[in-house]
């Protein structure tokens, strides 16, 4: 490559350059596309959703479709905030989620640590178990903790739900734990000694700090999967006042048998995923944020 | 203040993996001791048993009057500087250097005073509010230090500092080093790889092998008497010249020529040690009896003399030798002198030096 032939090089230089401009443009294009393509095919079903609440139960069944909202109307947000204690689904989701994560990121990281700096025997078999519940079907273990919630009188009980969501969630945040306190420079730790740390000092005032991004990435990923739960909760909890927001839009129903509630079900669902995305949007700096930057040489 | 004393000190981590066999040694008040070897020498696992990182498996750590050998680090009152720096990433500059001091409770003034001294001796005056994040690794470098230095220890151990820093930094660094330590009034302990820095920056050279000490002495001696072959090859470069001869009584046969021994000895081989830097060319008229007669097979030029690669006249045997690089020695035939004060010799089943 570093050799041209003469025919080559005796090419005008313009003419090169114009065809190198064209190539770039034909990339961006076709990345703009791909791109375009990927979001299209993943945001669809959410921007259906949305469009649907906020179209006019008539255009909802219209024939043909009618895509666009004609009117715009917010009867069906209004509709299941007045019918139902909407507000008071949320608020449960939200606690049963949020003490679940909790939970789970309190136990969840120290067995993490310990895991990534403690020379353990049989840690690897240990690792393989945490590998080997992530990998069991979910569905299985429901009759089983069925059984266990009439047992220990749980039911209609938040424990019921909050239980079972940090057990589920706890593989997970082990794995990215662990691995994120691998990558940690262990000599950080090692200076916290000398300086005189004691080991629960060190933990809080020098690791707690860098691990954030890293609990604040698996609280997401912990919190959503607790809040979008549906069969535990449809089961563990029958009480109308205790239930959570996936179990709520199941049931709502129309005013009469045979009617769909399109709209209310489509504001519903908008509804029960803004506090998600609102969390994520919130927190997305802090996700990205690499805040070991400078520890060691950079 | 205090001075440091290891005794019998040994790691074992498996039967297989002994990284330090048994070492002893004491560092006073204001020396500056450095550990020297290869990689896995046991080296930085003697500097983290020190710090108190490792507890040692036997012998004891004494630092001063004390013995800290079952004390967690931060009881033992020393300052280690990091390879890696190890500053905490979320912290200012300033509170890097007040947190070991704030662990023990002392008064914020005090804390204030001592880091306003040791940050303007460091240049470090405008950076105290910075993240790590945010300096060069120079400065990182000196934040590293001053944390240290603020500490006011009565040890101070230091990880190989400079290897994280671009060459014409660390020539720079280096002699910065030599002036800070040259006024703590405690033991150094420094641990490198790096001859050069070991010899420049030392009082005394511990030089460490496979867990165990080879020899502790002051670089000039590291450098003129080299207690065994391997301190000998490991200290110098070009690596010094190491050829295993036949021994005649008061002679060493190196081909045709009788390299005289000091002293007679009754071993059937010897090894005989010159650095290439100690040849040099036979002068006219002097006498031929300890000119080797070589062929210069090879020339690698070093900028300020060439090391030549010459196989002496009718024998396997091959010399390097740095000259001064005013002609050109490719293919020359050429004759070296042999100085007598400048031959090592050494036994070769212990490696010990003989005379």
Known sequence: ?298 | MAKLSLRNLNKTFAPQVVPLKDLSLEVEDGEFLTLLGPSGCGKSTTLRLIAGLEQPTQGEIWIGDRDVTQQPPGDRNIAMVFQSYALYPHMSVYDNMASGLRLKRMPATEIHHRIDEVSQFLGLDGLMQRKPGQLSGGQRQRVALARALVRRPDVFLLDEPLSNLDALLREQVRAELKQIFADQPTPIVYVTHDQTEAMTLSTRVAVLNEGLLQQLDSPKRIYTRPANRFVASFIGSPQMNLLSLPCQGEYALLGRYKVPLPQPIRLPEVVLGIRPEHLRLARPGETLALALQGQVMLVENLGMSDLLSIQIENTPYWLRALLSPDQSWADRQISLMLPSESLHWFDPQTGDRLF
């Open chain 1, 1 to 298: 490559m570093t050799q041209l032939s003469p025919r080559q090089s005796s090419r005008s230089p313009s003419s090169r350059s114009n065809r190198r401009a064209q190539v770039v443009w034909m990339q961006r294009l076709g990345f703009g596309l791909a791109i375009g393509a990927i979001v299209g095919f993943s945001l669809a079903p959410i921007l259906w959703q949305v469009l649907t609440s906020v179209k006019t139960t008539a255009d909802i069944a219209a024939i043909p479709n009618v895509y666009l909202p004609r009117q715009f109307t917010a009867e069906h947000y209004l509709e299941i905030f007045r019918r139902q204690p909407f507000f008071n689904y949320m608020l449960n989701s939200f606690l049963v989620a949020s003490l679940s994560t909790l939970l789970c990121l309190a136990i969840g990281t120290p067995a993490a640590y310990a895991l990534a700096r403690l020379r353990l025997p049989g840690e690897s078999a240990l690792l393989a178990g945490v590998l080997i519940v992530t990998l069991f079907p979910y569905i299985l273990l429901f009759l089983g903790l069925l059984e266990l919630v009439r047992m220990f009188g749980l039911a209609n009980h938040y424990l019921a739900l909050i239980v079972p969501y940090t057990a589920i969630n706890l593989p997970l945040t082990i794995l990215v734990m662990r691995s994120f306190f691998q990558q940690l420079p262990r000599d950080l730790e090692d200076s916290a000694k000398v300086d005189g740390y004691n080991t629960l000092q060190m933990l809080w005032q020098i690791l707690l700090p860098l691990t954030l991004p890293a609990l604040v990435t698996t609280g997401i990923l912990a919190f959503i999967a607790a809040w979008n739960e549906f069969i535990f909760a449809l089961t563990f909890i029958t009480r109308e006042s205790m239930k959570t927001i996936p179990v709520a839009v199941a049931q709502l129903s129309g005013t009469a048998v045979f009617e769909i509630p399109y709209g209310a079900l489509a504001a519903a669902t908008v509804v029960g995923t803004l506090p998600l995305v609102v969390l994520v949007l919130l927190f997305q700096r802090r996700i990205v944020q690499g805040l070991t930057a400078g520890a060691v040489k950079g």
